[in-house]
């Protein structure tokens, strides 16, 4: 696919469709069921009714990794405000962040955290659009719980709240680390998972830290280098041992989101049809024309226009399926983005 061709993927969508808030409860979102290739279209449900979808022996595979507090509101001397997305640590004592106002910081500048005045950074560097912090204070997860604050989209257009620590982690969510949650994985309540579990339907579950560059815009060097941003997953051995139990039986397997399928494919080999166990890195850039062999099946929310996750979900099903799909979408108001409306898509011969 050429660069040129991203315009393909943008629509307009009006500013009241973005779900700025969560639905009422989880599983209540609305559920759009699409044919994989061909076949049904437009099955239009309730979340909860996905199960009419999934039979015995269907596997699903979640990601479970935790979003962390990792929005931080640094100050100056002289009382300036600075909001910092801290990314990661790069080196000890050495942490590369997103910061808002970053042109009014220099070079040698000192700041601390808003909430506790305890944790001091100077900026040490600038690298493009990051601002890079040095600290002498260890920084880890059991910090940023206590300074930091969940760092919802940018498009919401608001303060986190109590509410948002809640409903912006999955009820199945286990390691902290990510700055962005799996947002398919959003809509099971422990009750829909309990539901699956008397259905012998297997909920599995590996771990990939969503990083920033979920949100980041696509430009000529993603498409030239066929690569993305680089996140970290885990695929336990247990899973691995199961899907391939799957894979050698023909079971469904479905990935619950974008960010699973991304290490779902890392993970397989399609040579010898099987899944590959343990820590991993992946660059995965899937685009339409690209196949998707890992899984039959697909869990996903409505993407932003021109991304990464939309060629993703292209990628698995078929482009032109998918922008009709989001065009009915827009139509008939389902609500879009982190906490929006979802998708299933299914090969049709096989739902």
Not at 58 to 70: F, P, Y
Not at 163 to 179: A, F, H, M, P, W
Not at 197 to 217: A, D, H
Not at 306 to 325: D, G, T
């Amino acid at each position: 696919m050429e660069f040129q061709d991203l315009s393909d993927f943008d629509f307009e969508l009006p500013e009241d469709q973005i779900a700025k808030f969560p639905a009422e409860k989880r599983d209540k979102s609305r559920l759009l069921v699409l044919g994989r290739t061909r076949g049904f279209l437009k099955e239009e449900t309730e979340f909860s009714k996905i199960l009419n979808y999934l039979r015995e022996g269907d596997i699903l595979v979640a990601n479970a990794t935790r979003v962390s507090k990792r929005r931080v509101f640094l100050v100056t001397k002289t009382g300036r405000r600075h909001e910092a997305m801290f990314l990661s640590e790069t080196e000890p004592g050495i942490w590369k962040t997103l910061t808002r106002n970053s042109k009014k910081l220099k070079l040698g500048d000192k700041v601390s955290d808003e909430a506790t005045g305890k944790f001091l950074f100077t900026v040490g560097r600038k690298e493009e659009e990051f601002t890079i912090f040095q600290t002498e204070t260890t920084l880890d997860e059991n910090s940023f719980e206590i300074i930091g604050r969940t760092p919802i989209p940018p498009y919401f257009k608001r303060e986190s709240t109590s509410e948002d620590d809640i409903r912006y982690q999955t009820v199945y969510s286990k390691n902290l680390g990510s700055v962005a949650a799996p947002t398919a994985g959003l809509h099971f309540t422990p009750e829909l998972l309990q539901e699956l579990k008397n259905r012998n339907i297997e909920f599995l579950k590996l771990e990939l830290k969503v990083g920033y560059g979920t949100f980041q815009s696509l430009n000529e060097d993603h498409f030239a280098d066929k690569k993305l941003h680089e996140e970290e997953f885990d695929l336990p051995s247990e899973t691995a041992d199961l899907l391939n139990s799957a894979k050698k039986n023909g079971k469904r397997i479905i990935s619950v989101g974008t960010t699973t399928l991304r290490a779902l494919e890392s993970a397989y080999d399609p040579n010898s049809k099987t899944f590959r166990s343990g820590e991993g890195k992946t660059r995965l850039f899937l685009q339409p024309e690209d196949s998707i062999l890992s899984c039959e099946g697909l869990i996903t929310n409505f993407h932003l226009p021109q991304s990464s996750l939309l060629l993703l979900v292209s990628a698995f099903s078929e482009k032109e399926k998918i922008l009709n799909a989001y065009k009915f979408a827009i139509e008939h108001k389902f609500r879009f983005f982190s906490y929006g409306d979802s998708m299933l898509i299914l090969d049709p011969e096989k739902v």
